[in-house]
């Protein structure tokens, strides 16, 4: 089984480590976060030193995940690890449902109660939050975020690093634009630019 690093032990990365455990597919070996070395260790796991020290992290873990919830510096770190030589984990809770038809890219966390419907595709990086749904046919590009209840109806398409908040709806067909933040609760009906939300 291989040894996983988690980057970031804020409270979505503890939620990922809570998922590896609940999951089995990996051996948590302990955390990076920049709040070391005044943060040694959550719960019973080490913490090996901030992100800066990333490369030194390798001779306890073989993969990795970043969990931390801000889509540019998940990407950055991201990076930072595939220099380093980790592989790159995927971490699906096991109270996530999820198509066996889907596409889901590496570093991407799907978590508890998470609904990922057939033949969607999740590109590098994704987060999918609890009780999330990426129905049918979806597209969320590389670093795309669904917070916690937001749901994509089929076909919709969640650009690069855009990030849905808790509870925001996209209907059928629905395209976001890279990088665009949709607020909490918000509907979107129609195709949004960034012309059009800003």
């Known amino acids: 089984m291989k040894r996983l690093l988690i980057v970031g032990a804020g409270g979505h990365g503890r939620s990922v480590a809570e998922a ?18 005044a943060l040694q260790q959550v719960w019973e796991w080490p ?30 770190l991201h990076g930072r690890l595939t220099a380093a030589g980790f592989e790159l984990a995927t971490v699906i809770h096991p109270k ?13 966390a799907i978590m508890a109660g998470a609904i990922v419907g057939t033949e969607a595709q999740l590109g ?10 990426v129905d049918h046919h979806c597209r969320v590009e590389d670093f795309g975020h669904l917070g ?3 749901g994509m109806a089929g076909g ?12 925001s709806v996209l209907g059928y067909g629905v395209k976001i634009d890279a990088g665009l933040v949709l607020e909490a ?5 129609e195709i949004r630019s960034r012309n059009a939300i800003q």
């Not at 999951?23 to 920049?34: E, K, M």
Request: proline share 2%; charged share 10%.
């Open 47 to 76: 913490v090996f030193g901030a992100t800066a020290d990333i490369a030194n992290c390798r001779q306890h873990a073989d993969a990795a995940i970043v969990a931390i919830g801000n889509n540019r510096l998940r990407e950055e």
């Open 124 to 133: 590098t990086g994704v987060i999918v939050n609890c009780g999330a749904v």
């Open 156 to 167: 919709s398409v969640l650009g690069r690093g855009a990030w849905m908040q808790a509870g």
């Open 96 to 108: 996530a449902i999820v198509s066996p038809r889907a596409v889901i890219g590496a570093g991407s």
């Open 20 to 37: 590896v455990l609940a999951g089995g597919a990996f051996q948590l070996a302990g955390f990076a976060d920049d709040a070391a070395p």
């Open 185 to 189: 609760g918000q509907a979107v009906s």
């Open 148 to 150: 916690v209840n937001a």
